[in-house]
């Protein structure tokens, strides 16, 4: 008969005091044990170097040693020492803590299952790149390889083999960056504002008596050493560019710029110094009144609608203005990310090992290509340019769980990786199908909402080969562009869109699933075959790419938008094309899925043209109206250094932006938010507007054809090396024409962090990136000299941030998030912030201002 316990599901009294006498001791146990977590981890973080707070990841592994101890495990920490030196190290161990450690949460499951092939080549790890052996261990005697033998020999359970021990102690181990470092100190700046010490010396003093290398010595001393953000001049901005209409000649058929005029006067003995001129001009000259050293500052607050003198305590002093750099100008980002897809294959990818000698791996790469029948492109990958978008509601369903983003990459042997003069004994074939190559492929990856890609659900496609539209194959290499290139994703109407560069700008409509929910291709559509990354994820084009000829002949790069249909409210979003972003705000609607047919004689006219594509180029996406075009853009919201470089008709970069990408809305409440003193005009608003449209552009310095002339001399070309990229941001009204309300001034984004705060997967070309840097009148700036934005959206679940996404030198990929406070304050900045500042506070630092005179081009 079954007892009562059996029966009821009871436990009888005897036994449930039994059980209570065996509970109780281990729910004791339990929470002394994470007490005593709870109590080391507060006091690792009042200990912690430099302020330091543990992360969760390492707060997990102490929670796990604990708990480990707690079982009677040995944490390895009480090992005694034999030798003094060893005594020491243990001893700044114990004072210094390892509180401050980056570890990655899910360490022990993934590096447990590779610690026998990380022991032997622990230095060629990716993940060690980074690692500097002879760097001092938090400032300590003893150096980081000391360090890492140490915990090898007296930590065995966290550190079993040189990979675990050098990944523990990569924060305070970090390779210095020369070139890096170079670009942002300052040597002849005040060291901490101490006036009888600069820089330079206190380096000094620190390499002698520390026994520091300089570089380590500069690495310290960067928070006080800093090159300043910008330069100060007593000329407003844009006052060199301004034209006067009527004052023409042969070299100035539409107006001289005010710059020339004021080079003229002081040629023929008029004004001794260009302050002289300026003023003299400006008195002449209404359109170059921004020239007046006195009074030109004012024009700031009037464009912002404010009284200057409410502000101003000493306006007779006089005011200087801002030309900033271009990496200091960029705006505030968090939550940097790095983008790796782990579908292309291994041996596709560059290793480490061989960065040093690329022009070997790339030969041997070729001439295995050379000798296959079977392989199309030589046997290299790399993937840059992402182009983010939102997954649409109701795809979510047919998508793995979390699913937030889709997001492209361009996928190519071609790069920028390498510096150009370490590719000059490379074979001219090798050249052109490597780092010219003709092979772009498309890769697409399925993200959750903080940009992390979900496992099995990235692949590599080839559309130009399986539609038939790859000219004479992958190995060719012809004058002209890939079929498609420069992928990108929009999401409008609830669809993902892709968008690329054939011969001109091409569109068509994508249905992504996982492999459960994939659908029959119904006639007229495509399902891609995955050349790389398995079968769960399912991408279907939903129509043949159509043409957007809203350009012409040479449009690329068109940025797509939509905003609410005026007339049918309940109707679809009007969806438009960006055909020019500035001076003049080109726009045009457009109706992705209608197309009409165009004859082959008329498309023949395109100056890129690839024969294989003349069947798309028919495809003409349907329009609605002509193209708009805007009222002229107003003046940048802040000034940068080219302009104080090359002033007048000498201009370094061109003027007309491209996409790009857009567009993220900005109301005047956000607007409003960054306070200060921002008062916004009609003229930079306008009446009508709850909200702006915001976009950002690129543009590149303007091509010079003595670029190839060997007679001019290298050091003037160095003035202005060609192929260099600066952005920007643009707000527009959202509604025909589009007129430009706003636009920021030029900065630059930047490399990838590597001191650890870097999300995503790592990735080693990261460190390839600094070999390519912005440059411009022998400065370097803290950027690429190509980041290529082609993403801009607004953050999915927080409608205060957006995403930016960009590839940097045409090597990797990276998104970053910015608000739209900041973008606010780009856009619309406080002219005490980013334009003006009192010249009294500066004289004492500046050396007598005069433009330059006429450049030796």
């Known amino acids: 008969m079954a007892s009562a316990i059996q029966i009821h599901g009871r436990v009888a009294p005897s036994a449930r005091k039994r059980k209570r006498t065996i509970i109780k001791p281990l729910c004791v146990g339990s929470i002394l044990i994470v007490m005593y977590g709870i109590f080391i981890f507060l006091v690792l973080v009042m200990l912690g170097e430099e302020g330091r707070v543990m992360d969760s990841g390492a707060a997990h592994h102490l929670f796990k040693s604990v708990t480990r101890g707690g079982r009677g495990g040995n944490s390895g920490n009480g090992a005694a020492s034999s030798s003094s030196s060893k005594q020491r190290i243990e001893s700044s161990d114990n004072n210094n803590n390892e509180s401050g450690q980056k570890s990655s949460p899910s360490a022990d499951d993934d590096d447990d299952n590779n610690n026998n092939n990380n022991n032997n080549n622990s230095s060629e790890h990716p993940d060690l790149i980074h690692f500097c052996g002879e760097c001092r261990w938090k400032d300590t005697p003893h150096t980081c390889d000391e360090r890492v033998a140490w915990e090898m020999e007296h930590r065995p359970q966290k550190t079993p083999t040189e990979y675990e021990a050098k990944k523990r102690n990569l924060l305070y181990c970090t390779k210095p960056d020369e070139s890096h470092i170079s670009d942002l100190f300052c040597g002849e700046c005040p060291w901490k504002d101490v006036e009888d010490l600069d820089c330079n010396t206190r380096v000094a003093w620190e390499v002698e008596n520390k026994k520091l290398t300089v570089i380590e010595a500069r690495k310290r001393n960067l928070p006080y050493c800093r090159r300043p953000p910008y330069i100060l001049s007593p000329l407003c901005g844009h006052c060199v560019k301004d034209i006067v209409s009527n004052a023409t000649s042969k070299m100035f058929r539409t107006g001289t710029p005010c710059y020339d005029i004021m080079i003229r006067r002081m040629k023929h003995g008029l004004a001794k110094t260009a302050t002289d001129a300026a003023r003299l001009v400006a008195d002449e000259f209404p359109e170059c009144r921004r020239c007046h050293p006195e009074t030109c500052w004012k024009s700031y607050f009037d464009e912002m609608n404010m009284n200057a003198t409410k502000f101003l305590d000493d306006a007779d002093e006089g005011y200087l203005t801002k030309y900033w750099r271009f990496d200091r100008a960029a705006p505030k980002i968090t939550s940097p990310t790095t983008l790796v897809l782990p579908s292309i294959p291994k041996e596709f990818r560059i290793p480490p090992s061989r960065f040093a000698d690329i022009e070997a791996f790339l030969t041997e790469k070729y001439r295995a290509f050379e000798g296959s029948n079977d392989t199309k492109h030589v046997e290299i990958f790399i993937e840059y340019n992402p182009g983010l978008a939102p997954v649409p509601h109701w795809m979510k369903r047919y998508l793995p769980r979390y699913s937030a983003y889709v997001v492209a990459f361009r996928v190519t042997p071609a790069n920028n990786c390498f510096r150009r003069e370490d590719m000059v004994d490379l074979p001219q074939k090798v050249w052109e199908h490597t780092m010219m190559?003709?092979?772009?492929?498309?890769g697409i990856a399925i993200l959750d909402e903080d940009y992390e890609m979900l496992k099995g659900y990235d692949v590599v496609v080839d559309i130009a080969t399986q539609l038939g539209f790859q000219k004479d194959g992958y190995g060719t290499t012809y004058f002209g562009e890939p079929t498609f290139m420069d992928y990108r994703l929009f999401t409008l109407n609830e669809q993902v869109y892709l968008h690329a560069n054939a011969d001109v700008t091409v569109v068509?409509?994508?249905?992504?699933?996982?492999k459960e929910y994939a659908r029959k291709p119904r006639e007229g559509q495509f399902e891609l075959d995955n050349v790389y990354g398995g079968d769960n994820l399912v991408i279907t084009m939903l129509h043949q790419f159509n043409t957007i000829w809203s350009g012409g002949d040479r449009g690329k790069n068109f940025a797509l938008f939509s905003?609410?249909?005026?007339?049918?409210?309940?109707?679809?979003?009007?969806?438009?094309?960006?055909?020019?972003?500035?001076?003049?705000?080109?726009?045009?609607?457009?109706?992705?899925?209608?197309?009409e047919m165009l004859k082959r004689s008329y498309i023949k006219k395109r100056i890129?043209?690839?024969?294989?594509?003349?069947?798309?180029?028919?495809?003409?996406?349907?329009?609605?109206?002509?193209?708009?075009?805007?009222?002229?853009?107003?003046?940048?919201?802040?000034?940068?250094?080219?302009?104080?470089?090359?002033?007048?008709?000498?201009?370094?970069?061109?003027?007309?932006?491209?996409?790009?990408?857009?567009?993220?809305?900005?109301?005047?409440?956000?607007?409003?938010?960054?306070?200060?003193?921002?008062?916004?005009?009609?003229?930079?608003?306008?009446?009508?507007?709850?909200?702006?449209?915001?976009?950002?552009?690129?543009?590149?310095?303007?091509?010079?054809?003595?670029?190839?002339?060997?007679?001019?001399?290298?050091?003037?070309?160095?003035?202005?090396?060609?192929t260099h990229y600066v952005s920007f941001f643009y707000a527009f009204e959202p509604r025909p024409p589009f007129n430009l309300r706003a636009r920021s001034g030029y900065f630059c984004l930047g490399f990838a962090e590597e001191d650890g705060t870097e999300g995503g997967m790592f990735n080693p070309h990261s460190t390839l990136t600094t070999n390519r840097k912005l440059s411009q009148h022998n400065e370097t700036f803290s950027c690429g000299q190509i980041h290529f934005i082609s993403s801009f959206i607004e953050k999915v679940g927080d409608s205060s941030q957006t995403v930016v996404g960009y590839g940097i030198n045409d090597c990797t990929s990276r998104l970053v998030e910015v608000s739209k406070k900041e973008i606010a304050r780009m856009l619309f900045s406080d002219p005490w912030d980013m334009k003006i500042e009192k010249s009294k506070e500066m004289r004492k630092k500046m050396k007598p201002y005069e433009l330059q005179t006429q450049l030796n081009w």
């Open 437 to 442: 190559s003709a092979t772009n492929l498309l």
């Open 608 to 722: 890129r043209r690839n024969y294989a594509v003349d069947k798309i180029m028919m495809r003409k996406v349907k329009t609605n109206g002509n193209v708009t075009t805007s009222d002229i853009e107003p003046s940048p919201s802040f000034f940068t250094v080219d302009e104080h470089w090359f002033p007048g008709h000498r201009s370094a970069l061109r003027r007309a932006g491209h996409g790009g990408a857009c567009c993220v809305s900005l109301s005047r409440e956000e607007a409003l938010a960054q306070g200060g003193h921002i008062n916004l005009a009609t003229q930079s608003w306008g009446d009508e507007n709850d909200y702006l449209l915001v976009g950002l552009a690129h543009t590149s310095v303007v091509w010079r054809r003595w670029y190839k002339d060997p007679v001019v001399p290298e050091s003037e070309k160095a003035m202005i090396p060609h």
């Open 563 to 595: 905003v609410p249909n005026s007339t049918h409210p309940n109707a679809p979003d009007s969806v438009y094309a960006e055909v020019n972003i500035n001076p003049y705000h080109k726009v045009q609607q457009i109706y992705l899925d209608e197309v």
């Open 508 to 514: 068509t409509k994508l249905d992504l699933r996982m």
